[in-house]
């Protein structure tokens, strides 16, 4: 995966992601759209940016594993202490998510019964 997370890299991660399992892709690719409209071309944004709602939503992306947060402390000229704080893309987390999504494809089990297999005259009454 490139450093700048795009569109369906994020969608696919989410619906990857283990709370998310079952999400419509339409939900995920929503969501995923609303994260990357913060974030654009950048890894990191300020926290304080965000509305209520819209934190929830990083809440979340959080508790996925997808976004982590940080902060960093500034002393200002009168010397009070600054606190910053912002979210970041886990790349890693994203990158095992992507791939967990490629194996479980792979890997998909085959049904032990298809009643497909069955020829015709098995349903047939004789």
């Known amino acids: 995966m490139s450093s700048i997370v795009t569109l369906d890299e994020l969608s696919l991660a989410i619906r990857n992601s283990p709370d998310n399992r079952g999400m419509e892709e339409d939900q995920s690719?929503?969501?995923a759209l609303h994260v990357l409209n913060f974030f654009g071309y950048s890894d990191r944004i300020i926290d304080n940016i965000l509305e209520p709602e819209d934190r929830d939503a990083f809440y979340m992306m959080?508790?996925?594993g997808i976004l982590t947060t940080e902060r960093e402390e500034t002393t200002l000229y009168d010397g009070r202490e600054w606190r910053i704080h912002y979210w970041l893309f886990r790349h890693d987390k994203i990158d095992k998510l992507?791939?967990?999504?490629?194996?479980?494809?792979?890997a998909a089990?085959?049904?032990e019964f298809d009643y497909a297999d069955l020829p015709e005259d098995a349903w047939s009454r004789d």
């Open 109 to 111: 089990p085959k049904p």
């Open 62 to 64: 959080e508790d996925a």
């Open 29 to 31: 690719y929503d969501l």
């Open 98 to 106: 992507l791939k967990a999504g490629e194996n479980e494809e792979r």
